[in-house]
C-alpha cells in the first residue's frame, strides 16, 4: 500500500528529476543595499520578458536587511 507521503515524495521526484535548482545565500554591506535591490529588479524584469516556463527565479532579502538569498530552478531539456 502507498501511503500519501510516498505518494507526495514520487511526485516531487518526477516533477524535479529533470531541473537543476541553484541556491545563492551572500552577504553585502548595508549602505549599497538599495543598489543592489534594483540590479536585482532589473533581473527580474528581463526572466519575465523571456516568459520561459523553465526558468523559476525568486529573491529574498533575509531579516537582517544585508543578507540576499537567490533560489533559481532550471529545467534541464538536454539531459538523456
Given amino acids: 500500500m502507498i501511503t500519501l ?3 507526495a515524495l514520487h511526485y516531487l521526484h518526477k516533477k524535479f528529476e529533470h531541473m537543476k535548482i541553484v541556491r545563492v545565500i551572500y552577504t553585502h554591506q ?3 543595499r538599495c543598489h543592489h ?3 536585482i529588479a532589473n533581473i527580474v524584469k528581463e526572466l519575465k520578458a523571456l516568459n520561459h516556463p ?5 529573491c529574498y532579502l533575509l ?11 532550471f529545467e534541464e531539456r538536454n539531459r538523456p
Fill in 54 to 58: 523553465g526558468i523559476k527565479y525568486s
Fill in 63 to 73: 531579516p537582517d536587511g544585508k543578507t540576499f538569498m537567490h533560489l533559481d530552478h
Fill in 30 to 32: 548595508a549602505g549599497i
Fill in 5 to 7: 507521503k510516498k505518494a
Fill in 37 to 39: 535591490q534594483a540590479n
